[in-house]
């Protein structure tokens, strides 16, 4: 089993800049990639952005430029560096693993509790 625990959403405002992180433990040899998710209100739960443990990355095209995906093996984290933030960025993120590469939810088994990021 593997365990994700997200942190770092908070408020900001529009053109801000926010970091989520991922901590993620357990069975980490399962894990082959990593990505994050993110549910706004009344909307399907979309990918974000993935990156596989040969450090490929993805990005919906909405946020191809500003957002940053990476992961520091050594510490189990994966973080999201979130910059020109606009209001439809305002999701709950999720962060999930799995062991297939691509944003498809349905392919990731583990995922965290979620964490509200919030632009005004």
């Known amino acids: 089993h593997v365990r994700l625990v997200e942190s770092g959403g908070g408020s900001v405002q529009t053109g801000g800049s926010l970091t989520l992180s991922c901590a993620y433990s357990g069975h980490t040899s399962n894990i082959w990639s990593m990505g994050w998710f993110r549910r706004a209100p009344g909307k399907e739960r979309a990918g974000v952005a993935g990156?596989?443990?040969?450090?490929?990355?993805g990005y919906r095209d909405s946020v191809r430029g500003r957002f940053t995906i990476s992961y520091d093996d050594a510490n189990h984290i994966l973080s999201l560096q979130m910059d020109s933030l606009k209001l439809e960025d305002s999701a709950v993120y999720y962060c999930?693993?799995?062991?297939?590469?691509?944003?498809?939810?349905?392919?990731?088994?583990?995922w965290g509790q979620g964490t509200q990021v919030t632009v005004s």
């Open positions: 999930a693993a799995g062991s297939v590469a691509g944003l498809v939810a349905s392919a990731f088994p583990y």
């Open positions: 990156i596989d443990s040969d450090g490929n990355t």
